[in-house]
């Protein structure tokens, strides 16, 4: 059972570019949420995708986009690329356990570099 | 306000002792969860263990245990046993579950985790 894959696994791009990172999630699971982590600090909250539906979002500007499709993968947008965007992009897919706790399983990440 | 804190930011202990990560939280909702991840340097967060607000008891999970006091809002992690492979980043978070918070977690800034033969 393969768990949650994201790619590309490594990523350059220059200011003010466009940037999309995917996520595949573990089979049976169709929540999706991504994480920004910036180096040295622990993962932020971006938001989350649920039915095709952004269900939550963190504290990102809008330039931050995502999309869920049918089969439940992923996508995570990012335009007009800043200095500060560069970072680990975790993805993580969500199951609930038989007394509703929700258990996050993340991939390894996307590292993206603006330069 | 940060809501997570972590305020060891590296250690080192030796293979086989017992070691244990400091983790406080802040929240005024009265269900939450807590949750321990190890990020080894390949990126990928790994779920250690879970805490719920109104557990009776301190959660286990082979060599983790958690020391939850609820009253001093203190979730600190104990890894039992070192062994080399515990070697990185490991993260407390935190899920304020009636605030419809899912899948959003809180998390603190970390601590390195070294373990020396």
């Known amino acids: 059972d393969a768990g949650v894959t994201q790619s590309p696994t490594h990523l350059i791009k220059t200011r003010g570019q466009q940037v999309t990172l995917r996520c595949s999630p573990k089979s049976g699971h169709d929540t999706v949420s991504w994480y920004q982590q910036a180096l040295g600090q622990g993962p932020q909250f971006i938001f989350q995708y649920y039915e095709e539906e952004e269900r939550q979002r963190g504290n990102f500007p809008d330039r931050f986009s995502g999309h869920q499709f049918p089969n439940y993968s992923s996508e995570l947008n990012v335009n007009a690329l800043l200095l500060g965007d560069s970072a680990l992009y975790l993805c993580a897919s969500s199951n609930w356990d038989l007394i509703g706790n929700e258990k996050l399983f993340f991939g390894s990440g996307t590292q993206l570099s603006v330069l | 306000a940060q809501k997570i804190t972590q305020t060891q930011p590296g250690m080192f202990v030796q293979e086989k002792e017992a070691v244990t990560l400091d983790c406080t939280y802040d929240t005024s909702d009265p269900s939450y969860g807590l949750f321990w991840y190890k990020q080894p340097s390949s990126g990928e967060m790994i779920f250690l263990i879970y805490?719920?607000?109104?557990?009776?008891q301190n959660a286990t999970e082979g060599r983790y245990s958690l020391n939850f006091q609820k009253a001093r809002k203190s979730a600190n992690l104990v890894i039992s046993a070192s062994q080399l492979g515990d070697s990185a980043m490991y993260f407390c978070?935190?899920?304020?579950?009636?605030?419809?918070?899912?899948?959003?977690?809180?998390f603190g800034a970390g601590t390195q985790v070294v373990v020396t033969p």
């Open positions: 978070a935190m899920r304020e579950t009636t605030t419809d918070s899912w899948g959003k977690l809180q």
């Open positions: 805490q719920g607000s109104y557990d009776q």
